[in-house]
């Protein structure tokens, strides 16, 4: 034990080994003797070398996804771009000019540090970034709306998982919901009858994770902002991904670009950066300065400022956007934009390496399936890929599903139709081999 009383301290590996004891005592008192551990020298070091490695192994763990689900909200939503991980390390252990001017020596604002970018980006006048796109909207609310109505179509009242309904927030926020047209159909002639003295904003929410379908309409985007204009008021836009390419290429429609709410003259958008955007969790607020200044001077901005690591991570996922490389750098858009033949030919050599020692009452299979972007995102966007769909003579699928779960990192798939499947559009290749080496000890 001399090693990890060197590595931790004396009071750690004693206090470790007092708790091995006792629980090998706790066996012996209730005599299940099959379950009682052995006791000589050698067992209880290798036992207490296994307590103490998974004592000291991180809660929040790597794991490899191989669900397919792109923005698995479960599994962290967007993994970060090679620069944004590159930036994480160089401002997160050393000082940084986060509130620091460094041409003139005073204080500065640590939005100023992203505002370029997100103005290069947005082409918005100004921007703030806060916690995550819930709080981006509480805040607006609260800011611009408080005491006051904000007018909302009945047909965009979203819930985004559980704990976030724009009701609630609303109520929460102060400002009071005023909801016009139906579930289904509302008209500009609705929003225009709801306006009145204490009318603060008009909202349009982007209905992210569900489609109202048939007998429908919503106002195109130019009426409500030339309504807006007409009765001075302002018009803010949750667009929720922050998808700033088109993705209709790759099978993504109806996801609306803040860019071009802004051309198209919304006053203000927000969105979450760890959607589509493929950055980290935050939200962005983005509009004209008049309505962006108020936002950021509210006191409540305290509670929702983001720190440096989020300034750092967000500005280098930014920059794959600005220098026109975003579907190359950023891992959310590779893996989406990724085709059925590319994935067919993963699979292919996949199977290939792993089929050879497999034991025979096992099988693999290779069939045509769905990924899907996750995330509350585009609900209905199916984007075609290779399933490999493994069997054992041995287990069930959800007995291999727990089994795989349990590796080192842990390996997430889907069951589907009694079958545990892998998508390999999820997984990056440098973990193919660590995947690879999971399913073959769990198959054996
Ligand atoms: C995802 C989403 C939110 C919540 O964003 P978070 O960043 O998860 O807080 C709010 N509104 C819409 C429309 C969304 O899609």
Known sequence: MAGWVRKTSRGFVVSEIQVLLESIREAIRNAHAPAVPPVDPESLAQQLETQLSLRLRPTLRPVINATGVVLHTNLGRAPLSAAAQESLSAVSAQYTNLEFDLETGERSHRDKLIESSLKEVLGA?????????????????????????????????????????????????????????????????????????????LLRIHPSNYRIRGFTHRPALEELVELARRRQLPLVEDVGSGCLVDLRPFGIREEPLPQESLRAGVDLVCFSADKLLGGPQAGVIAGLRKWVDPVRKNPLMRTFRVEKLIYGALQATLASYRTGRAMEEIPVLRMLSMSRDEIAARSDAFIEKLGPCLPADSSLEIVDGISVVGGGSCPESQLPTRLITVRSGKTSAGRLEQSLRSQDPPIILRIEEDRAVIDLRTVFTHQEETLLAGLRRVLE
């Open 125 to 201: 006048e100004a921007a703030a970034v806060v916690n995550n796109n819930a709080a981006a909207i509480f805040l607006i609310l609260n800011t611009l709306g408080a005491g006051r109505e904000v007018i909302v179509s009945r047909g965009e009242l979203v819930e985004i998982g559980g704990s976030f309904r724009i009701p609630d927030i609303m109520a929460r926020s102060g400002a009071v919901l005023r909801e016009v047209g139906t579930t289904n159909k509302t008209r500009i002639q609705d929003y225009e009858a709801a306006i009145g003295l204490e009318t603060a904003l």
